[in-house]
């Protein structure tokens, strides 16, 4: 793996080319939050709309993973990220030329759009990678590319003071969060030129019916909509958050318009739901054993999912603040250590994906990963202002590496469910990624810091006694090759990395 990364060349070219995708949608995702602070003194915004906006970042990332995920597996990942972060300048410039707190909130929920990036290159890479690599393959997509919320809080405040004396000797954020868009979308058009779907010869495999997924028992489909209605909830409570009296943003009947909104999306997504699968639900159709899976292996990954990508979100959102006013720092010097927790993302997401792929049990690796998070975000619930700053900084790095190495765990098994609903499966665990931070950052709106921490433990650890008790180990996780789909996409010739784990019962 190493030897290919340095070469450059065949699919580790791809992987270089698909992660820095991946790394530019996090830096325009996360160009907020180094700046959070400074926006907030500049525009007179009081604390409760700071928070809102960080809910707001997140928020519509969880249905545009949901979309993403349909359109990447229709029409492949090379089309669907091109377009993707050509879009990016569209949110970036509305930050930038934001001046009061609801021409903020727009532009931070169109940005959410941004942040579903990262379901693109899932795709991607499992179409290039055999699953005996898939973990730490998808380790160094996820890894390298999150490292994009270090370079947003790292690059973005330098950035923002050197071009100062073109904002009059001020921080020029809004130079420094226009240039990331801009960037974005130049590469936009160089993925677009220079990648492809597959390898040469290679089949991408679509699903047969669009518009919703498909399942194959009836136990499943009934989890898969109660698993939709947690999204729309995680929706209605960011329009409770907008409505509440410091936030000025909607009114009570703006938001019950709101909620009927969304309950009228999710009866149309069930309606979606009961078309993909009525021949299964009328008894019209029976999947054979080779075209099975469980959905409820999926809504572990979820669960999995938030305690560990969605409390990175809410860390990496709240902790430049959270540094700020519990140690009396500048916001510069906050933000640049605030980075510490993204900076990890170079090592332990891909550390997560190979200890997956080496140490022959990606349920355990899961699992025990998932206790590392629990653990260190309770130790984090012990830091204030009296601690030593070099001590603080060492408990974040620890609940960074555990949280950031469960998402490379989590992603070691999601491409291998089901492969040709893989943008789908990984739309969904994404979206529960965001489902959490909003969850989380709700949490500290209404609370503090500590009871975050303690409330990101806890889910941690609940959620690895699931692990422990109903993961299921992955078939076909450790298949040495993937060429062979290329030439059938027959399930009687197609390797484990693409159906083997459709064999898995009810």
Same mark, same amino acid.
């Given at each position: 793996?190493?030897?290919?990364?340095?070469?450059?060349?065949?699919?580790?070219?791809?992987?270089?080319?698909?992660?820095?995708? #991946?790394?530019?949608?996090?830096?325009?995702?996360?160009?907020?939050?180094?700046?959070?602070?400074?926006?907030?003194?500049?525009?007179?915004?009081?604390?409760?709309?700071?928070?809102?906006?960080?809910?707001?970042?997140?928020?519509?990332?969880?249905?545009?993973?949901?979309?993403?995920?349909?359109?990447?597996?229709?029409?492949?990942?090379?089309?669907?990220?091109?377009?993707?972060?050509?879009?990016?300048?569209?949110?970036?410039?509305?930050?930038?030329?934001?001046?009061?707190?609801?021409?903020?909130?727009?532009?931070?929920?169109?940005?959410?759009?941004?942040?579903?990036? #990262?379901?693109?290159?899932?795709?991607?890479?499992?179409?290039?990678?055999?699953?005996?690599?898939?973990?730490?393959?998808?380790?160094?997509?996820?890894?390298?590319?999150?490292?994009?919320?270090?370079?947003?809080?790292?690059?973005?405040?330098?950035?923002?003071?050197?071009?100062?004396?073109?904002?009059?000797?001020?921080?020029?954020?809004?130079?420094?969060?226009?240039?990331?868009?801009?960037?974005?979308?130049?590469?936009?058009?160089?993925?677009?030129?220079?990648?492809?779907?597959?390898?040469?010869?290679?089949?991408?495999?679509?699903?047969?019916?669009?518009?919703?997924?498909?399942?194959?028992?009836?136990?499943?489909?009934?989890?898969?909509?109660?698993?939709?209605?947690?999204?729309?909830?995680?929706?209605?409570?960011?329009?409770?958050?907008?409505?509440?009296?410091?936030?000025?943003?909607?009114?009570?009947?703006?938001?019950?318009?709101?909620?009927?909104?969304?309950?009228?999306?999710?009866?149309? =997504?069930?309606? =979606?739901?009961?078309?993909?699968?009525?021949?299964?639900?009328?008894?019209?159709?029976?999947?054979?054993?080779?075209?099975?899976?469980?959905?409820?292996?999926?809504?572990?990954?979820?669960?999995?999912?938030?305690?560990?990508?969605?409390?990175?979100?809410?860390?990496?959102?709240?902790?430049?603040?959270?540094?700020?006013?519990?140690?009396?720092?500048?916001?510069?010097?906050?933000?640049?250590?605030?980075?510490?927790?993204?900076?990890?993302?170079?090592?332990?997401?891909?550390?997560?994906?190979?200890?997956?792929?080496?140490?022959?049990?990606?349920?355990?690796?899961?699992?025990?990963?998932?206790?590392?998070?629990?653990?260190?975000?309770?130790?984090?619930?012990?830091?204030?202002?009296?601690?030593?700053?070099?001590?603080?900084?060492?408990?974040?790095?620890?609940?960074?590496?555990?949280?950031?190495?469960?998402?490379?765990?989590?992603?070691?098994?999601?491409?291998?469910?089901?492969?040709?609903?893989?943008?789908?499966?990984?739309?969904?665990?994404?979206?529960?990624?965001?489902?959490?931070?909003?969850?989380?950052?709700?949490?500290?709106?209404?609370?503090?810091?500590?009871?975050?921490?303690?409330?990101?433990?806890?889910?941690?650890?609940?959620?690895?006694?699931?692990?422990?008790?109903?993961?299921?180990?992955?078939?076909?996780? #450790?298949?040495?090759?993937?060429?062979?789909?290329?030439?059938?996409?027959?399930?009687?010739?197609?390797?484990?990395?693409?159906?083997?784990?459709?064999?898995?019962?009810?």
């Amino acid at each position: 793996m190493l030897k290919g990364l340095i070469s450059f060349q065949g699919r580790y070219r791809i992987l270089h080319q698909t992660w820095f995708a #991946f790394f530019l949608t996090f830096v325009c995702w996360f160009n907020f939050a180094p700046f959070a602070g400074l926006i907030q003194k500049e525009l007179h915004l009081s604390d409760p709309q700071k928070t809102t906006l960080l809910i707001c970042n997140v928020a519509l990332t969880i249905p545009a993973r949901i979309i993403i995920g349909m359109l990447l597996d229709r029409f492949g990942p090379r089309i669907t990220y091109s377009f993707l972060l050509m879009f990016a300048v569209v949110p970036c410039m509305a930050t930038a030329m934001s001046h009061d707190f609801n021409q903020l909130v727009w532009s931070r929920l169109l940005m959410g759009i941004v942040g579903s990036g #990262f379901v693109i290159g899932i795709r991607m890479v499992s179409e290039w990678f055999p699953p005996k690599d898939i973990g730490i393959a998808q380790g160094v997509y996820g890894g390298w590319g999150n490292f994009g919320a270090f370079g947003a809080e790292f690059a973005l405040p330098i950035l923002a003071v050197a071009t100062g004396f073109v904002a009059g000797g001020a921080s020029n954020w809004r130079l420094a969060v226009a240039f990331t868009g801009i960037v974005a979308a130049i590469y936009g058009v160089i993925y677009f030129n220079t990648v492809q779907d597959t390898p040469s010869g290679k089949v991408y495999k679509r699903p047969k019916k669009n518009g919703a997924m498909e399942v194959t028992s009836k136990g499943s489909f009934y989890a898969m909509l109660l698993s939709n209605f947690g999204l729309i909830f995680a929706l209605g409570l960011l329009a409770w958050r907008l409505a509440q009296p410091k936030i000025h943003f909607l009114s009570q009947s703006q938001m019950y318009i709101v909620w009927i909104g969304l309950l009228g999306l999710y009866a149309y =997504q069930t309606y =979606q739901a009961w078309r993909v699968n009525k021949e299964l639900l009328t008894g019209q159709k029976i999947y054979s054993a080779s075209e099975r899976y469980q959905f409820r292996q999926v809504a572990l990954l979820e669960f999995t999912y938030v305690t560990n990508f969605g409390s990175e979100l809410a860390a990496v959102s709240m902790l430049p603040i959270f540094f700020e006013t519990t140690f009396s720092l500048d916001h510069h010097m906050a933000s640049i250590i605030a980075s510490c927790y993204p900076f990890l993302n170079l090592v332990s997401r891909p550390s997560g994906g190979l200890i997956s792929d080496k140490l022959g049990s990606r349920k355990w690796t899961m699992t025990v990963i998932s206790v590392g998070i629990g653990i260190s975000y309770l130790l984090a619930y012990e830091i204030n202002g009296s601690w030593a700053l070099p001590l603080a900084i060492a408990v974040t790095m620890l609940s960074a590496y555990f949280a950031q190495a469960g998402c490379g765990a989590t992603y070691g098994i999601v491409p291998l469910i089901k492969k040709e609903i893989t943008g789908q499966i990984s739309g969904n665990v994404g979206a529960y990624g965001n489902f959490g931070g909003v969850i989380y950052l709700t949490i500290l709106s209404l609370t503090n810091a500590r009871t975050l921490f303690a409330t990101m433990g806890i889910a941690a650890l609940i959620c690895a006694s699931l692990c422990a008790f109903f993961l299921k180990e992955p078939k076909g996780s #450790f298949a040495e090759d993937y060429e062979a789909t290329a030439a059938t996409d027959t399930p009687e010739h197609a390797l484990p990395s693409s159906s083997i784990l459709a064999e898995e019962l009810e």
